[in-house]
């Protein structure tokens, strides 16, 4: 190596140790610049912080509350709409002349309050908020037996050979008899007393009357289609076309409410 190329190199190697050193010197002169102004900046940075922190444990706290309310809200739902549903059964059951008295006060307030009030307390007095079902109005088909339409014989031989089949006139009289006969024990379930039914018969003595309060089955005997279970009617093939013709002669129609298939007693036109 000649005499310049060794003065170029170390020249070199000055300028580098000379550039690292003003880049130090920098880096002190821009930490210190400001240093009354930093720790203001910082206070205010730690204050801030801290509030957001109060803030998102303010949130948690709500959202615990608010989930712990949930059950409770859901309970008072439900208890309001079982108070709705007896409220509504009260008041299609409640008396003609009482249903009269008051819609007249609800329209004239200030000329019937003070001539019903005393009739009203005696009969609302008496509307129990109880498990119970409440019995059906003596106007109602569903007091009296489940009727016994019975199938002539020329009925049955109106009907073409394809839907008549194999039936015969007993066997479908004896299927009304059948009928006829859950329809009564449903309807005497609905009208029973908690304390005269067996343990597993009060939930469906309950469902009953929820289907009983429908539009398509209310004042009318019915049955469901679990309750066919004999002696002369059961699901097998036969009692299905008993059915298909008894629905096709007008003396049963079906529903579907909520998850049961309903049979209902209808007079034959």
């Known amino acids: 190596m000649d005499l310049k190329q060794a003065g170029s190199s170390l020249d070199s190697l000055i300028s580098s140790f000379n550039t690292r050193i003003l880049d130090?010197?920098?880096?002190?002169?821009?930490?210190n610049m400001y240093p009354a102004t930093s720790v203001p900046d910082l206070s205010a940075v730690d204050t801030a912080v801290k509030a957001m922190e109060f803030q998102v444990q303010a949130i948690k706290d709500r959202l615990r509350e608010e989930t712990e309310a949930i059950p409770k809200a859901k309970k008072l739902i439900d208890m309001s709409l079982r108070q709705q549903k007896k409220l509504q059964h009260m008041l299609a059951h409640m008396?003609?002349?009482?249903?009269?008295?008051?819609?007249?006060?609800?329209?004239?307030?200030?000329?019937?309050?003070?001539?019903?009030?005393?009739?009203?307390?005696?009969?609302?007095?008496?509307?129990?908020?109880?498990?119970?079902?409440?019995?059906?109005?003596?106007?109602?088909?569903?007091?009296?037996?489940?009727?016994?339409?019975?199938?002539?014989?020329?009925?049955?031989?109106?009907?073409?050979?394809?839907?008549?089949?194999?039936?015969?006139?007993?066997?479908?009289?004896?299927?009304?008899?059948?009928?006829?006969?859950?329809?009564?024990?449903?309807?005497?379930?609905?009208?029973?007393?908690?304390?005269?039914?067996?343990?597993?018969?009060?939930?469906?003595?309950?469902?009953?009357?929820?289907?009983?309060?429908?539009?398509?089955v209310k004042g009318k005997h019915f049955f469901l289609e679990s309750d066919i279970k004999g002696p002369a009617l059961k699901l097998d093939n036969t009692g299905k076309a008993i059915l298909t013709v008894l629905r096709h002669l007008g003396r049963i129609s079906e529903a579907r409410i909520g998850h049961h298939r309903v049979i209902i007693l209808s007079k034959p036109q």
């Not at 130090?24 to 930490?31: A, F, K, P, Y």
């Not at 002349?97 to 009030?117: A, I, K």
């Not at 006969?181 to 067996?198: C, D, F, R, S, V």
Request: charged share 25%.
């Open 24 to 31: 130090l010197q920098e880096l002190v002169i821009g930490r």
């Open 95 to 216: 008396p003609p002349r009482l249903l009269e008295s008051v819609t007249v006060s609800n329209r004239n307030p200030s000329n019937c309050l003070m001539q019903e009030s005393s009739n009203h307390d005696f009969h609302l007095g008496s509307l129990k908020l109880d498990e119970e079902p409440v019995a059906l109005p003596k106007e109602k088909k569903g007091r009296g037996s489940a009727p016994l339409w019975y199938v002539t014989a020329e009925e049955l031989d109106s009907l073409s050979s394809y839907m008549r089949g194999r039936l015969t006139l007993d066997k479908v009289n004896a299927a009304i008899n059948d009928m006829a006969a859950y329809a009564e024990t449903n309807a005497q379930l609905i009208a029973a007393p908690k304390k005269k039914l067996a343990e597993g018969s009060w939930e469906k003595a309950l469902e009953l009357r929820d289907i009983a309060m429908t539009e398509a």
